[in-house]
Each structure stands twice: as structure tokens, then as C-alpha cells.
């Protein structure tokens, strides 16, 4: 708190501490919900998290790099046999990273639990 005009200050959150990993979307969803053959990754490192979608033929690829102090909350959608992540974001529009295994999904939320301890 600032003894001059009372302004309270957050304490910063700490860094998650994990070792970086990256995470690859399943083929047979992504033709079935997607309709294309090439699959989307999410890599998540100390500093930000990064989501790769190839373009068509993979000719093209958009990175959505959102660093760790842009994520304002996630949602995790568990489905029957795959599950979604939705990185919502200070900013930026929310990401979303679909056809995940149940583990992948399960590692991933559990990183993005652990920033808001």
C-alpha cells in the first residue's frame, strides 16, 4: 500500500514452474470437426504459450503467441473422446486449441490451473 495516497498494489502472481512441452491435436477429429488433415500445436514454455494452426496444404501458418501475463482465465471442455482448451486473454481475442487427447488436455489444463494459485 503507498503511504502517499493509499493505493493498494497486487502482489505479483509467482511463475509456474514446469518443464516446457508441446502438445499436438489428434488427425481423426481434426478432419471430423475441422475438415483438414493438418493439425494444430500448442507449445507452452516458461515465457508464453504458443498456438500453431497450419494453413491450407500448410503453404501458411498462424503462431498466436500470448505470453503468460496476457492469460486472463481458460475454459477446458471435456467431450467423450477429446477434449478443448479456450485461452481467454487481456486484449486479444481468445484462443482455442480443439482434438486433444484426454491426457494432453488434462496436462494442459493442469498448467493453466496452477497460474491461478
Known amino acids: 500500500m503507498c503511504?502517499?495516497?493509499g493505493h493498494r498494489y497486487e502482489t505479483p502472481r509467482g511463475r509456474v514452474e514446469f518443464e516446457p512441452f508441446a502438445v499436438t491435436a489428434q488427425l481423426l477429429p481434426t478432419v471430423l470437426q475441422r475438415?483438414?488433415?493438418?493439425c494444430q500445436t500448442i507449445r507452452l514454455t516458461q515465457e508464453k504459450i504458443i498456438i500453431s494452426t497450419p494453413g491450407v496444404f500448410n503453404l501458411s501458418r498462424q503462431d498466436e503467441?500470448?505470453?503468460w501475463r496476457k492469460v486472463a482465465g481458460f475454459d477446458y471442455r471435456s467431450g467423450i473422446f477429446w477434449d478443448q482448451v479456450t485461452i481467454e486473454t487481456r486484449g486479444q481475442s481468445a484462443s482455442k486449441m480443439?482434438?486433444?487427447t484426454k491426457s494432453d488436455g488434462s496436462r494442459i489444463r493442469q498448467v493453466l490451473q496452477d497460474l491461478e494459485t
Open 35 to 38: 475438415g483438414r488433415f493438418l
Open 98 to 100: 480443439a482434438c486433444l
Open 65 to 67: 503467441e500470448i505470453p
Open 3 to 5: 503511504r502517499w495516497c
